[in-house]
């Protein structure tokens, strides 16, 4: 029923931008925290950003802060994540996840119920 589907990754050369995007379905994504997640081989699954339910306030972990911009569109439910200044280091599987609890977004993987396949971002020069 609920489904996320991540597309917008790529290849991007160090110091250029793309814009991920979380297309949901089954639900409404205005009444979940939805959050974007990232992971490389052998490491855990970090938390990126997220925007909470309804009241729409965000967060981000402090190294992509000033880089990265969350959001969603209701009418198309659909989540975003705008990337600038991409870093070697932002290298990694793309995630969005969806929590339908009424509280502040979690801040870890575990806490999210629903999740998409992911979206690879390589940033390579």
């Known amino acids: 029923q609920v489904q996320l589907v991540e597309s917008g990754g790529g290849l991007v050369q160090p110091g250029g931008s793309l814009r991920l995007s979380c297309a949901a379905s089954?639900?409404?994504?205005?009444?979940?925290?939805i959050g974007w997640f990232r992971q490389v081989p052998g490491k855990e699954r970090e938390g990126v950003s997220c925007?909470?339910?309804?009241?729409?306030?965000?967060n981000y972990v402090d190294s992509v802060k000033g880089r990265f911009t969350i959001s969603r569109d209701n009418g198309k439910n659909t989540l975003y994540l705008q990337i600038s200044n991409l870093k070697i280091e932002d290298t990694a599987v793309y995630y969005c996840?969806?929590?339908?609890?009424?509280?502040?977004?979690?801040?870890?993987?575990?806490?999210?119920?629903?999740w998409g396949q992911g979206t690879q971002v390589t940033v390579s020069s």
């Open positions: 089954g639900f409404t994504l205005d009444d979940y925290n």
């Open positions: 925007i909470s339910r309804n009241g729409g306030s965000t």
């Open positions: 996840a969806a929590d339908p609890q009424a509280r502040p977004c979690p801040r870890r993987w575990y806490a999210y119920e629903y």
